[in-house]
C-alpha cells in the first residue's frame, strides 16, 4: 500500500508521501482510509456527498487529505512558473502546461485542477495498492502459479536485477494472466460506478429501464458469474492463455478498469507498476503465510468502498538463494 501511494504521488505531483522510507502512513492517507466506509456509502448518494465535502468540519480525515492535494498542487504550479519546462515529470506539470498554452485537454479552472489532484491520487492508489494484494495473497496459496512465474523470470534474467528490463517483463503473457485473473476475482473497483441513463430511456435485452435513471454494473457479481466464466470461483490464470477457448465462455463479462470514455485513464500506467512491483518480488524472494495466517479472513473480508477495502495480509519473504 505505502508503495502505490509513494508511486502516485511521484508520478502526480512529482514528491512521494515518503511512506517506504518513513514506514509511516502519511497523515492525508490516513485521512483518506480513516473515512473510506463514508467514501463507499455517498458513493451510493452522490447527491449527498456535494453539501457534505462543501462544509469542511463534516469532511473530517477526506477533507485533510483534500487540503494536502490543493497544496501539491499549488506547488507544481510554482515549480511550472519558475521552470516552464516542456517537458514536465509530474501529471500536474503537463496540466500546467496545457493550461499554459490553452489546450483543449486542460483542466478549465483552478478548481478544476485541484479536483485532478484528487482524483489522480484516489484513483491511483487503493485501486493497485490492494490490487496487489489480492495478487501475493493469490500467489502464495498458489504455490505452482508463483514457483512456475519465479521459473519465467529466471529464464529471461539469468542475472536477476543486474539484467532486468521492463521491456522483458512487458511480454510475459503468464504475468499478465495473473494481473488479469486477480482482477477478474478482486476487481479494484467492485460495485462499479454510476451512470445515468439518456432522458429518453434505454431498452437492454428485455429490460427497460426509464430516462434520467442512476444505473451501477458491478464488475464483483459479473466477473464471477459462471454464465461468462466456466469454474468462476477458481483463480486460473491459465483461462486468458491455453485455456482461454474452453474456461472463458464470454469475455465481455470482464472489465476492471471499466470501458468507455470515462474507463480508467490509468490502465497503463497501472499495468506497468504492478508488473515492476510482483517482477522484483518474485525475482528475488519466496512467500509463505506468516504462522497463523492462512489468507481466509483477507479472502473473505474485502468490502465495498468504492475501491476494494482488504484487511492486513501477514506474509513471511525470504530472500532467494543466488542462481
Ligand atoms: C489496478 C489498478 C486500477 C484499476 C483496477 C482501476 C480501475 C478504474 C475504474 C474501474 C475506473 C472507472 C470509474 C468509473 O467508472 O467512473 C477508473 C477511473 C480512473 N482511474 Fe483507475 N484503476 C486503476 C489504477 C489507476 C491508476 C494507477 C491511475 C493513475 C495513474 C488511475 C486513474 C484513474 C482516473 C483519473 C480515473 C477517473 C477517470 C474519469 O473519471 O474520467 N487508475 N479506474
Redesign the pocket.
Known sequence: MFY?FDV?GL??FGDDFNQLESGIEHYAIRGVHDQMFMIGLLNQIPWLSYPLNALQPLSGGFGLFKIYCNNMVKKCALRYQKSHDDTPRD?ISWLLKAQSENDRSAPPTAKALAE?GN??IL???D??GN?LACVLHYLVANKPVYKKLQQQLDDIFPNRERSYEYAEVRRLPYLDAILKET?RLK???PG??P?VTPPEGLQIGDTWIPGDINVLVP?YALQRDDRFFHRAAEFLPERWLEQRGSLNLDERAY????IG???????E???M??RIFITHIAMNFDIEFAPGEDGSTFDACARDYLAIDVGPLYLVLSERTPL
Open positions: 502505490s502516485i508520478v502526480g501529471v485532478d482524483v489522480l484513483g491511483g492508489s485501486t493497485t490490487t482482477m476487481p479494484a473497483v462499479g460506478q451512470r464488475q472489465f476492471p478498469f471499466q470514455p470515462r474507463g480508467c485513464v490509468g490502465k500506467f497501472a499495468m507498476s504492478m
